[in-house]
């Protein structure tokens, strides 16, 4: 999406207000069968991924200590996900997909997970949601956790350079050239980030060091070795921190301590949070980087989604995964996002924001002699988080069918033929970028 438009859509989100419906999902339709669900889940609520120390270079005061390590599932993240997890059997076993009242067959219903304690503790905690007195469940991870998971992080190669120039290049074509315009299009959130990192004009920090929002300092293009990229300076800044006043709202902390208190409403943490959506849009989502990032993952759902036995660890005998788990970052949901065109929202977030615990939803029907693949984004409102709030069919989730603009003409009951949303996905996938040996 053109970042202009982008941050339109954002505004004219924000000028809306939240949306007044969590659930706004299309029924099966009458004498459709699910075969295979397919999940791309971000990980729970979990503690900021830098230390206190790095978080408090950032701004003038000290920010509060969580109960598990940097970039850790909190306790209640764990908490949440148990309850996805609880609302995913009661979902897909009336739907006939899954047991609803026993244990599942082995097999038939399987997460895969990225490597970090927060995928896997999520991982394992919506398992256990679903099925809490079953010991047949099958989590898996790749078993070297010395190297990247090619599924979650792919790494540069011959025919994948991630070449750091051509990513900045590819970052500057979408925003004129410079940050100048994106910095003007954003100086009201800007300031409001200055605002609360540094109140009454501070310019030192709680740590004593660095210039308090690192106001006055131009935004740069970082990367790494492994192709990933983040941004320096003030949209940098207000983009992490963020983030983290949305981990701390998710994780129930009073309104008088996130950020602070110095949020006057969940509209002010939307606005702020625009600011994170910004780098996701242009780091993860700009075309070039999602085909690097994301050919993998779209991949082995689309052969998943064909066949049960294609999810990573499953046997070539025996029974089919029927519902799928794969639990990595936001980054994943952004770049397989960008690779189809998706876009979503539920109550209480930005357009197309992955937040935590929220999942892309891949659905194989049948119906007659011909299969549809239909999307849906599943997450917890904000307000569910904070109040852990159970879920049923009374009380769900956050949740909405997300069309394939791709398959717009081909469209059935907002459900696209399995062989067209192939070709889309084919057509979308980087062969250059594919790691071999994936499925």
């Known amino acids: 999406m053109n970042v202009r438009v982008f941050l339109a859509t954002v505004v004219a989100s924000l000028l809306a207000g939240l949306m007044p419906a969590a659930a706004q999902l299309e029924p099966t339709p009458p004498g459709w069968q699910i075969e295979r669900a397919i999940l791309l889940s971000r990980h729970g609520v979990r503690s900021p991924t830098q230390t206190n120390a790095e978080l408090d270079r950032l701004a003038a005061t000290a920010w509060p200590s969580w109960p598990v390590a940097p970039g850790f599932l909190s306790p209640r993240g764990e908490e949440l996900m148990r309850l996805m997890g609880g609302y995913y059997r009661l979902l897909y076993g009336a739907r006939g997909l899954i047991q609803a009242d026993n244990c599942p067959a082995p097999g038939t219903v399987a997460a895969w997970t990225d490597t970090d304690q927060r995928t896997r503790a999520s991982g394992a905690a919506l398992l256990a949601g679903m099925y809490p007195r079953c010991g047949n469940l099958t989590l898996r991870n790749q078993a070297n956790f010395d190297v990247p998971d090619p599924l979650f992080h792919p790494q540069p190669s011959a025919s994948c350079p991630m070449d750091p120039a051509a990513t900045r290049k590819a970052i500057l074509a979408r925003i004129g050239g410079s940050f100048a315009s994106v910095e003007r299009d954003n100086a009201g959130p800007l300031r409001m980030m200055q605002s609360v990192l540094c109140p009454n004009g501070t310019t030192g920090t709680a740590a004593g060091e660095g210039t308090c929002g690192e106001a006055g300092k131009p935004t740069t293009i970082e990367t790494n070795a492994s192709g990933r990229t983040w941004f320096k300076g003030p949209l940098g800044v207000g983009s992490r921190a963020s983030e983290a006043f949305l981990m701390q709202a998710a994780e129930g902390l009073p309104k008088d301590q996130v950020a602070w208190g110095r949020l006057a409403s969940d509209a002010s943490l939307q606005e702020l949070l625009t600011l994170h959506l910004l780098e996701m849009d242009l780091t993860e989502k700009t075309p070039e980087i999602a085909r690097q990032h994301g050919s993998n993952m779209l991949n082995q759902i689309a052969v998943t989604l064909e066949s049960g036995h294609k999810f ?84 769900p989730p956050g949740m909405k069918t997300v069309e394939l603009p791709g398959c717009k003409a081909q469209s059935h009951l907002h459900a696209c033929p399995l062989e067209r949303f192939l070709e889309i996905a084919k057509a979308a996938i980087s062969a250059q970028c594919l790691t071999p040996g994936i499925p």
């Open 312 to 395: 990573p660890g499953a046997l070539p005998v025996g029974q089919p995964v029927r519902f799928g788990l794969f639990v990595g970052h936001e980054t994943n949901i952004y770049n397989v996002a960008s690779l189809l065109d998706l876009t979503w929202q539920v109550q209480g977030f930005l357009p197309g924001e992955a937040s935590p615990g929220g999942a892309l939803a891949f659905e194989l029907f049948s119906a007659g002699s011909q299969r549809y693949v239909r999307i849906a984004y599943y997450a917890q409102t904000l307000d569910e988080m904070r109040n852990r709030k159970r879920l049923d069919y009374r009380d």
